[in-house]
């Protein structure tokens, strides 16, 4: 039987992508495992730091496919799952492959080490993306290899990587990205664009932001509140990057409890966070080019509105597309060759 590595690890990525901005300050990962026989088992994600990490997410779903084993399905914490699954598991996954997009961590943190576990489920092949940088998780290939596991990496390397890039670089020093959202004829004006379901999604990544940037003269337009209400979330800092420092603070986002609101002519602030998000339109696009490493828009199926995000599309890498609802989500980079 010809195996197709790349097909299975793709499964894996593209269940992590839904997680790209929730993981904070956790890689987003994901876990396709697979039966002796090329049956999709489980395909799982880590949805946020303090849950399970893929891998377990992977195995706990697989276990209960294969056994129907009712007990496990209520478990949520990560230890809880580790243990059950290494008094119950009886060698079900022998013959088994998992394919995961990130190193299995080695170490014993707010989880238990995800390479511990699947020596002790005597799978028979570990498929691995990219290797983890991080000094406290790395070497999980080489607790594999020591259990008798074959373990092979680089399975959609680049793609791995690319799904990494957030945690390499807040890690490093901090991780801009920018966020506006469009209807199908580019407009950004007049009213809520998205729907519900996308806008919970956005304030879902607020939550785990440390800071939000927006212009000057959006605040003084939209009045807007800036929080994670939808999800019952943190809000973040605000920089509003403006040259007047005059606002009206019965401006909504200046009376959110336990937030710090700058208001600067300068960018210079991100500096002192890890996790930014800027929000806004064609012009704090441009003014901010220089500092943003990736972005994220939302484009609903509608029409309507006047003022169009006059960025030309083309000189986008498409990173990966979602499906939030009726709206869709694309995670973007300028091309290189922009």
């Not at 939808?230 to 409890?257: C, H, N």
């Amino acid at each position: 039987m010809v195996i197709d590595h790349k097909f299975y690890m793709s499964q894996a990525l593209k269940e992590a992508w839904k997680y790209q901005g929730l993981t904070y300050p956790n890689p987003a990962v994901g876990c396709c495992i697979v039966s002796k026989d090329g049956e999709i088992l489980s395909v799982e994600a880590h949805k946020k730091a303090g849950l399970p990490h893929a891998e377990v997410e992977a195995l706990k779903s697989a276990y209960l496919k294969l056994t129907n084993d009712e007990v496990i399905k209520n478990l949520t914490s990560s230890s809880d799952i580790h243990k059950y699954l290494k008094e119950n598991h009886n060698n079900i996954f022998n013959g088994c492959s998992v394919y995961t997009t990130l190193e299995p961590c080695s170490h014993v943190g707010k989880t238990p080490s995800c390479a511990d576990l699947l020596s002790e489920m005597n799978v028979n092949k570990v498929y691995v993306g990219a290797l983890d940088s991080n000094p406290d998780a790395a070497n999980g290939n080489k607790k594999l290899v020591s259990a008798n596991i074959e373990v092979k990496s680089s399975i959609l390397g680049e793609e791995s990587k690319e799904l990494l890039y957030p945690f390499e670089a807040w890690n490093k020093e901090n991780f801009v990205f920018f966020k506006w959202a469009q209807r199908l004829n580019g407009t950004y004006d007049d009213g809520i664009i998205t729907s519900k379901q996308s806008r919970k999604n956005v304030h879902d990544i607020r939550d785990k932001c440390d800071l939000l940037v927006i212009g000057g003269e959006t605040v003084r337009v939209d009045r807007p509140t800036l929080d994670a209400r939808l999800v019952d979330g943190k809000a973040p800092d605000v920089l509003i990057y403006s040259r007047s420092k005059e606002f009206d603070q019965s401006i909504a986002l200046f009376g959110v409890k336990d937030r710090k609101v700058i208001i600067s002519d300068s960018l210079d602030e991100i500096k002192n966070y890890k996790n930014i998000m800027i929000e806004g339109g064609s012009n704090m696009f441009e003014a901010t080019k220089n500092i943003v490493d990736r972005y994220i828009c939302y484009i609903a199926p509608k029409t309507g509105g006047s003022k169009v995000f006059s960025t030309n599309m083309e000189e986008f890498e498409i990173l990966n597309i979602l499906q939030e609802g009726e709206d869709i989500i694309m995670w973007l980079k300028i091309r290189e060759d922009s």
